[in-house]
């Protein structure tokens, strides 16, 4: 993998309100993630940024299982490693199983996936080649879901499109240990 070609903000080169910003986002044992010292570079935007993705993340009305869905889908078709890698965890909490993790990457199509699942997928897809859900995957969306979960579908998909799109720009490296994206 290339450097990074904007490296994580050093500690040292935090001012206050930074520091402040980035303690709030910090890991349980109090590392930064790569790509909120990375962002960190624009504190206005990260602020801004973080609170937006941690209402979709969570505070929204989608299932943790169809959120990560979305997400996971979005990063496999964006190439972006880092997305996975992170999401790979939060996808198991939401109790989706690794069978069904390295299954994403055959999208909705697969063999396998429940009606519900291969529309969430297929969501997905639609959005990222057309940047529009068809009309027969909108159907059965709103078969399911109600006005904000649909209007969350699209957000989270386009959170993660943007998240995916500045990762794979700004060449922000994946944390050590992180599970890999399948071919």
Not at 8 to 27: G, I, K, Q, S, Y
Not at 88 to 112: K, L, M, T, Y
């Amino acid at each position: 993998m290339a450097p990074p070609r904007i490296p994580p903000l050093a500690p040292a080169d935090r001012d206050a309100r930074t520091e402040e910003l980035l303690a709030a986002l910090r890991r349980p044992d109090g590392t930064d993630l790569n790509i909120f010292a990375t962002l960190a570079h624009h504190p206005k935007l990260l602020k801004r940024w973080s609170a937006f993705g941690g209402v979709l993340l969570y505070g929204g009305r989608l299932s943790e299982r169809d959120r990560e869905l979305l997400i996971m889908r979005a990063g496999y078709l964006c190439r972006a490693h880092y997305e996975w890698g992170q999401h790979v965890a939060f996808a198991q909490a939401a109790g989706i199983s690794d069978e069904e993790i390295a299954r994403i990457a055959a999208g909705p199509d697969a063999d396998g996936w429940s009606s519900d699942d291969a529309t969430l997928l297929r969501a997905v897809d639609e959005l990222h080649a057309d940047s529009r859900i068809s009309d027969p995957t909108w159907a059965e969306l709103a078969a399911r879901y109600d006005a904000q979960q649909l209007i969350e579908i699209c957000m989270v998909v386009g959170q993660y499109h943007l998240v995916a799109f500045t990762l794979n720009s700004l060449g922000v490296e994946p944390e050590p240990g992180l599970p890999e994206m399948p071919a």
